[in-house]
């Protein structure tokens, strides 16, 4: 009797513990989009500010300078949303300990990269390694893979899950990294489609199974 009660005690701290910690991730995921967004929102003012000042701004020193600026007052937000969505999505894969001491190491080489080739190398480590822990998730959801578990069920809306990860990184990494390459357009639009249909899939999911029901029958 007393195995019993002991086992069902650790398994009901177990649950609370998990439970803890997913509350965490989502606080802290809140939280840094709360900042970015107020970051934005300061930047928006800063430039009609200049522009008040200064039409022609954009061609002079003050350009770099706003963008450098605007990249110090972000990146720490930018790194605790990474962070968080990593710590998020990986746990379905790997245990939550090992994911803890991966993510202390990327963490570290991050700091190591922006303190060696400055903030937009640092931010450019930390999105790629974060764009390719999102795609694997999502080709072993599409696989169905035996080693995810999510929060909710349904192939579809896990699937939408994967997507909307996927973009939210991608579209910061297009933003932080790429707004002066020629691919900068070409990877907002892959993002706009990767973030429409991620959540068209997670929020509509019976939908879509009646009309691929309804399509297979035509």
């Known amino acids: 009797m007393s195995s019993t009660n002991s086992s069902s005690k650790i398994n009901l701290s177990s649950n609370f513990n998990l439970k803890n910690y997913d509350y965490y ?4 995921t809140s939280f840094a989009l709360l900042l970015i967004g107020i970051v934005c929102v300061f930047g928006v003012w800063y430039t ?6 200064n039409p022609d701004w954009q061609s002079t020193i003050q350009y770099p300078e706003y963008i450098s600026m605007m990249n110090l007052y972000v990146y720490p937000f930018i790194l605790v949303l990474l962070l968080s969505l990593g710590l ?8 939550r300990t090992e994911l803890i001491k991966a993510t202390g190491i990327i963490l570290l080489l991050t700091l190591i ?14 999105l790629l390694m974060s764009i390719a822990v999102q ?29 909307l990860h996927l ?18 357009i070409p990877i907002f639009w892959v993002v706009t489609l990767l973030i429409g249909i991620g959540t068209f ?3 509509y999911p019976s939908e879509i199974s009646k009309l691929g029901r309804k399509i297979a029958l035509h």
């Open 25 to 28: 991730l989502i606080l802290a």
């Open 48 to 53: 009609y500010d200049l522009y008040t000042t």
């Open 88 to 95: 998020c999505i990986p746990k379905r894969i790997v245990p």
């Open 113 to 126: 990269a922006s303190f060696i080739g400055g903030i937009e190398l640092g931010m450019s480590f930390i």
């Open 135 to 163: 795609a694997v998730v999502f080709v072993l959801t599409i696989m169905k893979s035996g080693s995810l578990t999510f929060e909710r069920e349904g192939h579809l809306i896990q699937i939408g899950s994967s997507l």
């Open 167 to 184: 973009g939210t990184v991608l579209f910061i990494f297009d933003f932080a990294s790429m707004r002066d390459s020629v691919y900068h």
């Open 201 to 203: 899939m997670s929020f």
